[in-house]
């Protein structure tokens, strides 16, 4: 892995993990947290990255996933953490972050309701779900980068 992604995945990490324990705790997601995130992604892009077409793109995805997201009765930090992190890694990959976190959320809520049964009404903090992609692919690129394969 060259050394850009690399610093992309430690920022999404740091911010990611923030937004996942305050999402966690107390079902917030801070826009302190994200909208600069989301400005310094685009930056980063810009001067050193993919350029800011990647970033913009992966803004976009974001904020159209967390339009639906908010239209099914999510939380619109949700939708901005997405978009962060979109603006960091690219669309492609904020694609497969998703996927993994609504694998995630699935499980989550499953096990959830065989615990609890239908009391089971609280809600999953997609945060901390989104924050389990971020983990899931890195862990997966890095297994693929070690083997030889990326």
């Given amino acids: 892995m060259g050394m ?4 992309s995945w430690v920022v999404v990490n740091i911010f990611g993990g923030i937004c ?7 079902l917030l997601i801070k826009d302190k947290i994200t909208l600069p995130a989301m400005v310094l992604g685009i930056a980063y892009n810009t001067f050193w990255g993919n350029g800011w077409e990647y ?3 992966g ?3 974001g904020l159209a996933v967390g339009i639906l997201n908010i239209i099914f009765k999510g939380g619109a930090g949700d939708g901005k953490l997405m978009m962060a ?3 960091w890694l690219g669309w492609f990959l904020l694609i497969w972050i998703i996927w993994f976190a609504s694998i995630i959320a699935l499980v989550w809520y499953c096990c959830r309701r065989i615990v609890y049964g239908t009391s089971a009404k609280r809600v ?5 779900c989104l924050y ?4 899931a692919l890195l862990s997966i690129m890095g297994i693929t980068a070690l083997a030889g394969g990326l």
Avoid: M, Q, S
């Fill in 4 to 7: 850009g992604i690399v610093i």
């Fill in 20 to 26: 996942a324990y305050t999402d966690f705790k107390y």
């Fill in 55 to 57: 970033a913009v793109l």
């Fill in 59 to 61: 803004i976009v995805l």
């Fill in 85 to 87: 992190i979109g603006a």
């Fill in 124 to 128: 999953i903090p997609f945060g901390v």
């Fill in 132 to 135: 389990g992609g971020i983990v």
